[in-house]
């Protein structure tokens, strides 16, 4: 019995001078990045792990020890799910593209952080400078390394892996022809 079999969307992707890539799930997946992000900083600062303790010279070592760690994982995976939401926003079933696409939503959500970062804040100025305190650069640095390769996994693991369906006939239908032949 021959069923007639369709492909789940994809889209070429490649051209004659490199990868076209889809800016609308570029997008996306920063404001994914930046939403989950600031969940988790807000998150952060409701448990008392703030990102600001890295800076204060009132705190003990252990909370500071503990609002870096914390910052580093939940920042990472935030990233994770930026890539994933860009790589599988634009129902790709290539990795190449996917990779592209998880790589530029992490580059843009890093301009967007410190364009606003060094608008807004005279400490993250001074982060971002070289000028401010070591622990706090060595969590950006951190964050925006591994946030690199959380993004990437994230871009592998949203890339569609095409499905073959059967068109014309519900499983239902399907089981009940297996079982009549």
């Known amino acids: 019995m021959a069923f007639d079999m369709i492909r789940r969307r994809s889209t070429d992707t490649s051209s004659r001078f490199g990868v076209k890539l889809n800016w609308g799930s570029i997008f996306s997946g920063a404001i994914v990045t930046l939403g989950v992000g600031l969940m988790f900083v807000l998150l952060g600062n409701a448990l008392g792990l703030s990102a600001s303790n890295l800076v204060r010279d009132n705190v003990g070592t252990g909370l500071r020890a503990g609002s870096w760690i914390y910052n580093l994982l939940t920042l990472t995976a935030a990233f994770y799910a930026g890539g994933y939401t860009s790589s599988r926003a634009c129902g790709l079933d290539d990795y190449s593209p996917a ?5 530029s939503c992490w580059a843009l959500t890093g301009l ?3 364009g606003f970062g060094i608008t807004q804040s005279d ?3 001074q982060i971002i400078a070289g000028t401010g305190p070591a622990s706090a650069r060595w969590l950006v640095l951190c964050v925006s390394l591994f946030g690199l ?3 990437i996994m994230g871009g592998k693991n949203g890339v569609s892996i095409s499905e073959q369906v ?3 006939e519900s499983e239902r239908e399907q089981d009940i022809t297996r079982r009549v032949a």
């Open 149 to 151: 390769l959380a993004s």
């Open 123 to 125: 400490v993250f100025r």
């Open 166 to 168: 059967p068109v014309g």
């Open 112 to 114: 967007f952080i410190v």
């Open 99 to 103: 990779l592209f696409h998880s790589i």
